[in-house]
Structures are given as structure tokens and as C-alpha cells.
């Protein structure tokens, strides 16, 4: 399966306890779209979250991120990795 990295921005201040709450917030409802939410990574200052997750398609990830509360802003297909 696709592996996707989405980046949503406008999260300032961000703490490790919201953005565990984001990320069950999307693993609780994952299953509905077939999509797997691998993990989460935060960066407080600037407002920026990645993640990174299997699934069917790029519009997978966005429907389970727009359902659980916080769509990403941008979702890229990760095809080649080292």
C-alpha cells in the first residue's frame, strides 16, 4: 500500500498531549477509509505536523483527517525512500 506524509500548519503551540489526542482522534476512525496512521511528529513554534500513514490514496488521508477535526493542508505520496 501508498505510503503519504501530510503536513497540516496553523497548530502553534502544539503540546505532546494535543497532538497524541489529534493523532488517536485519526485512529479511531482509520478503519472507515482503509488507512493506517503510522506516527505523528509536532513542531511547537512554527505550528507545523507531519504525518505519515499507508492508504489507498492521497483522499483517504484527507477524509479521515477532515472527520476526525484537522484536515492537512498538504498530503504528498512518498514513493521513493533511503
Not at 485519526?26 to 472507515?32: E, F, K, M
Not at 499507508?54 to 533511503?82: C, F, K, L, S, W
Amino acid at each position: 500500500m501508498p505510503e503519504f506524509m501530510d503536513v497540516h500548519t496553523g497548530m502553534n503551540g502544539v503540546t505532546a498531549e494535543g497532538l497524541k489526542q489529534a493523532h488517536d482522534a485519526d485512529l479511531a476512525i482509520q478503519d472507515t477509509e482503509n488507512v493506517n496512521f503510522k506516527h505523528a511528529w509536532a513542531d511547537p513554534e512554527t505550528g507545523t505536523v507531519f504525518c505519515l500513514s499507508e492508504a489507498p490514496d492521497a483522499e483517504a488521508v484527507q477524509r479521515v483527517h477532515a472527520a476526525a477535526g484537522h484536515p492537512a493542508d498538504t498530503v504528498y505520496e512518498v514513493g521513493i525512500q533511503a
